[in-house]
């Protein structure tokens, strides 16, 4: 069985899965349908583009389960005319779905390798509204003004005010935060005015942030 043909099913699968889940946006769904992560994923895991499972990346880090990617975008309720900010580019995947629906996806990312590879990988999907830069992930943004959706993919101990304040009113953010030592779970910060709402969603993957960490890689 050839790669593109193991892509499609493993494609036909998941979004079997997506649909028993209740993510039924047709923008998302759309997106992710026209950004190949058989792209985004080392090529020795093309195979598993579409699996649940954690597939390891340069630098210690890695590319989450195909499920776990598209529920993250689906709790973020992305909509055309956003700017959009990326903690944790990764393999550059969930800001190129983004890029597809949005208009600017600024993603950073504190290890120079995976931003080459990402810069890399959405040149290669035609992706051009997406702008990755490195950068320490633990300091905030200075100078880049204020964002409709925020997506942090690095735990932190507690709620960032540093990135809570980046968001516009009627902005949401989706960051890991530590349930203990080993567990963060992900929680969605929605700002109104001056007040922000907090729901907790579930369980993640993610380690704590390093803070400065990118000044050295």
Do not use: W
């Amino acid at each position: 069985m050839n790669a593109r043909l193991v892509e499609q099913e493993g494609f036909a699968a998941m979004m079997l899965r997506l649909r028993a889940e209740g993510i039924t946006s047709k923008e998302l769904l759309n997106a992710v349908e026209q950004t190949p992560r058989g792209l985004f994923v080392p090529p020795q895991f093309e195979s598993e583009s579409y699996s649940t499972r954690l597939l390891p990346l340069d630098c210690g880090s890695f590319i989450e389960g195909f499920d776990f990617a598209v529920r993250l975008l689906h709790n973020l309720n992305l909509k055309s005319g956003q700017r959009v900010l990326e903690v944790g580019t990764g393999s550059g995947f969930t800001a190129g779905v983004m890029g597809r629906i949005v208009e600017r996806v600024l993603t950073i990312e504190r290890y120079r390798t995976l931003v080459t590879d990402a810069q890399g990988n959405l040149e290669k999907a035609g992706i051009r509204n997406v702008v990755v830069r490195q950068a320490d992930g633990s300091t905030g943004l200075a100078g880049e003004g204020t964002f409709d959706r925020i997506l942090i993919t690095a735990a932190f101990e507690s709620l960032p005010r540093v990135f809570s304040d980046h968001l516009v009113s009627g902005g949401v953010m989706l960051v890991p935060i530590m349930t203990s030592p080993t567990q963060c779970r992900i929680v969605r910060l929605s700002r109104t005015g001056s007040r922000f709402d907090r729901e907790d969603l579930f369980e993640a993957p993610y380690l704590p942030i390093v803070p400065q960490l990118a000044a050295f890689l």
